[in-house]
C-alpha cells in the first residue's frame, strides 16, 4: 500500500515538472527551482477554484484558457508585506549603513544613491526604504540623486504601485508620525506622498531570468523573503546576480529568516546578523 502511494506521488511529481516546463516555454514565468512544498499547496489551491482535478488536465486548461498563465504565476507568488515589515532591520540599515553609505559617497563626491527592493510585492518596502531615507536626511535630501528601484515578477500592475495609494489596514502598523508626515488622506485610503513616490521607480523583472545583469552598481539591495520559496540552486544563482549588481561598497539586505548561501558569505562583511545585513567589500 505505502509502496503504492509513493509511485503515485512519483507519477504526480513527474507531471508537475512537465507542467512547469510547459509554463516556463509558453509564458517566460520560471518556478522549476521554487520549493515543491510551496507549488503544490499554491497550485492545489488554483486548481480548486478552476474546478480542475489533476495536474493533466489543469494543462489542458492552461492550453483552453491562455489568459490562466498570469493567474498561475499570480497564486504561485505570495504577495504579503507590510511597511517597515522588520522595524529591527530599517532601524539597523539607518544605524549602520546610511552613515557609512553618505560618508563613502562624500570621499567620492558621488550624489547618487542606488537602492533596489528586489521582490517588492505592493510597494510597501521600496516606499518605506524611501521613507526611511527621507526621514534621515531631512532637508539635506535635495544634496542626493535618490532612485530606489523596485522590482517584482510580470503579474503585478505597475500603475496601481506607482499611485502608492493603500488602504487604512495597509497602512496600520505605521507609527502616526510616519503616517503623517509621508502619507495624504485620500477618502479612506492614503496616498503616498508625491515626492517620496518619486524616488521609486517601480518595473517587472523576474529574478530567475538569466538574462544579464538588471541593475548595476546598486549602493544597497534589500531582498527580503522572496528566497525562502526558491530551492538551494535557484537561491545561489539568484544571490550571485544579486551580488553583482552591488557597487563597491554595497550593502545586502535579506529576510529574517535568509542567510547567503557559504560561498557567498565568503565574499561578504556581515554588518547585523541578526537584521541580515552584509556588506561587499572587494571588486
Ligand atoms: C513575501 S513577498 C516579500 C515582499 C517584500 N520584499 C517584503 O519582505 O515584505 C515575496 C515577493 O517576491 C516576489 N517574487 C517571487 N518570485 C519572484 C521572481 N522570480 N522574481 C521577482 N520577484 C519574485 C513575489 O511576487 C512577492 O512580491
Redesign the pocket.
Known sequence: MLKMESKVTEHQEAVLDVLLEKVYRDSG???RG?RRGTVTRRLGRRMLTTGVKTYLDYMHFLDSHPEEYERF?DY???????FF??PYTFKQVAALVIPQLLQSKKKQGDHCLKFW??????G??PYSMAIMLADFLGEERSHYDIAIYA???G??DLNKLRSGIYSASDVEGLPRSLLDTYFLPEGDDYEVREDIRQMVRFFH?????TLGQPLPGMDCI?????L???QRQLQER?LEKLYNSLAVPGYLVL?EVETPTTTLLEKLECLDSKAKIYKRVRT
Not at 504561485?76 to 507590510?82: A, E, G, N, P, R
Not at 527592493?117 to 505592493?122: E, I, R, T
Not at 534589500?222 to 522572496?226: A, G, I, L, Q
Open positions: 514565468y520560471d518556478f521554487y504565476a504561485l507568488t505570495i504577495k504579503v508585506s507590510s515589515r522588520s527592493s528586489a521582490g517588492c510585492a505592493h510597501e518596502e522590482s517584482d515578477i503579474s503585478l523583472f523576474d529574478l530567475t531570468s534589500f531582498c527580503c523573503n522572496v525562502i520559496y526558491f539568484v529576510g
